[in-house]
């Protein structure tokens, strides 16, 4: 009896489009992915101003947790990465959150961007980038000299050990008012090796 590949081809083309079919999460919401879109491309703020969100409100894979914060649309000021960055604070401080997928044990690094908004006191900005809740890393940034075309942003580095197969990401600012801490340019790596 001669040998068929179709009944072989058929279910290696089965198996190859379940492997590539989106993962859903229970419920049919989407499922946690890598970390993503740390440079606040998405959605795409007006040129030359801002969008304002709250709590609730989504920027991509960003959540506005708590208060509001102002999407920097390009040309605005200077972004550190791409064309928009994240004011953490819009008509009063603000809280956002990213959760992705992590293996519990692995230990990663968390590097970003900060700046401040140069309009507006006081000069000191302030506030804290937390994982699962968790207060990992307190910044500030003074923007005495600063200006919209010279952010004069500066390179932040912390690293964490998973705790499960998912882990949640917070920046939040830690002063009041319209003007806050400037983020950008947030990455999450897998260290090998972790330095810092």
């Known amino acids: 009896m001669p040998f068929s590949r179709t009944p072989v081809a058929a279910l290696l083309v089965a198996a190859i489009t379940a492997l590539a079919a989106p993962a859903q ?6 499922a946690l992915s890598h970390f993503d879109d740390g440079s606040f491309e998405t959605p795409k703020a007006p040129a030359n101003a801002f969008t304002s969100l709250t709590a609730g409100q989504t920027l991509g894979p960003w959540t506005v947790d708590a208060g509001s914060v102002d999407l920097i649309g ?9 064309d928009q960055s994240l004011d953490l604070n819009g008509s009063t401080s603000g809280t956002v959150t990213q959760s992705f997928t992590t293996v ?8 970003y961007a900060l700046a401040g ?25 003074d923007i005495t000299g600063r200006t919209k075309a010279a ?5 932040h580095q912390f690293s964490f050990v998973a705790q499960g197969p998912s882990t ?3 920046f939040t600012s830690t002063v009041a008012g319209a003007y806050g801490p400037v983020i950008d340019n947030v990455q999450v790596k897998e260290c090998k090796p972790c330095c810092g």
């Open 25 to 30: 999460a229970a419920g049919g919401h989407r």
């Open 74 to 82: 390009a040309g605005f000021w200077q972004a550190a990465e791409g």
């Open 104 to 111: 519990a044990g692995t230990t990663y690094s968390v590097t």
């Open 117 to 141: 908004n140069p309009e507006g006191g006081p000069a000191l900005r302030t506030g804290r980038a937390l994982i699962d809740g968790q207060d990992f890393q307190d910044f500030s940034f």
């Open 151 to 155: 952010m004069g942003y500066v390179g």
């Open 168 to 170: 949640t990401l917070s």
